[in-house]
Each structure stands twice: as structure tokens, then as C-alpha cells.
């Protein structure tokens, strides 16, 4: 069965590390500030403007001005600092940040990453994903493995145009985790009752698949 939201959001907490400094992007990536592991200590970052983000809050700790980028109410943990965005993307482009967690639209086997728009579609600019990928050498893409359509997202080449090239190395979908390495997705763990072969199918890009497949658990 296809990861949930909220599994994928567990399996990308399991990347943390105790002392990171961690950016969460938009949508399914901002999910994983409820689940840090109580073992380890890290900070999570959103770019307009806040170092210390904590879980989502409840009604008793809704405080409606503390959003993070995605406009999303949060909550600030115990140290936490808010600055202004052009101190946060001097942090993101001097290379301060320790992992970054962000959603895509495409990635294909040379680590490029397609994450902001879609041809034909309203949008309104591309945020702050190229100064994420460029400045971060540590990221990890979470995204559905293929369209609603059944179309791959994991390709030969990005069709859309380019938030970064060259910088993605982990993917995260709802059927399995997966490296970049030397042209190619290798496949390192798949979600719970998921078939390698069905990862295959689904993966229009060239695909490595060891033996050593691993199943995740929850």
C-alpha cells in the first residue's frame, strides 16, 4: 500500500540527526516537525523568517501571526528566533543548513529537479526552492511517485522547467525511498506490501534495483 502523507513525513524524520539545522519546504515536507525523534535536538527552518519551528499547534497554542512560508500556522519552540527573510536566505545561501526537505513536480537521473511550475498554470514565482537547492548540499525530494494520471515523476530528463540541476540525490515517494547516483535511481527501500516490480513500472527513468531491497516499517 502507498505511503500516507504522514508516513512519508515519519520515514523523512528518520534522516534527521541530533544538532541539525533543517529547512522544511511546502506541503507534505512541512508534516515532518511532527515527528523528530524525542532522542535528538534539531532546528527547523522556514525561509521568511523563523529558526526554532515546532510542531503544528493545537487550539490552545494557535497564535495566528507565527506562520511558516506556506502561510501555515505554527508553533515556536523553546530558543527559537524570528529575523527578518533576508537574514534567512543569508543562512540558506551560505550553506548553514543541514538538510532540506522539498516537494517536486519531476526529478530525473541526473538530480535535477523540477519543483515550481507548470506550464499554462497561474503561478506566482518561484519562492525560495533555487536558493534552497543551490545553497543546501543535503536534500531530500517527497513526492508521489507518479501522476494522478499514472504518469512517472521520476524521469530520463525533467520535461518542466528547472528549479536546480544537478542537486538531488534522495527521493522520497509514496512507494519507496530512493539515491541518484551516476545516471540512475537506485532503489534502496520500498513502502510496506509495495512490489519492486511495481516500483519498475512506474519509474520512467533508469532504475537500479539491488538485491538487498529492504521494506520499511512503522
Known sequence: MALTREQMAQRVARELKDGYYVNLGIGIPTLVANYVPDDIDVML??????????EFPTEETLDADMINAGKQTVTARAGASIFNSAESFAMIRGGHVDLTVLGAFEV?????????????KLVKGMGGAMDLVAGADNIIVTMTHASKDGESKLLPQCSLPLTGAGCIRKVLTDLAYLEIENGAFILRERAPGISVEEIVAKTAGKLIVPDDVIEMTF
Open 45 to 54: 527552518q522556514s525561509e521568511n523568517g523563523l529558526l526554532g519551528m515546532g
Open 108 to 120: 530525473d537521473v541526473q538530480g535535477n529537479i523540477a519543483s515550481w511550475m507548470i506550464p499554462g
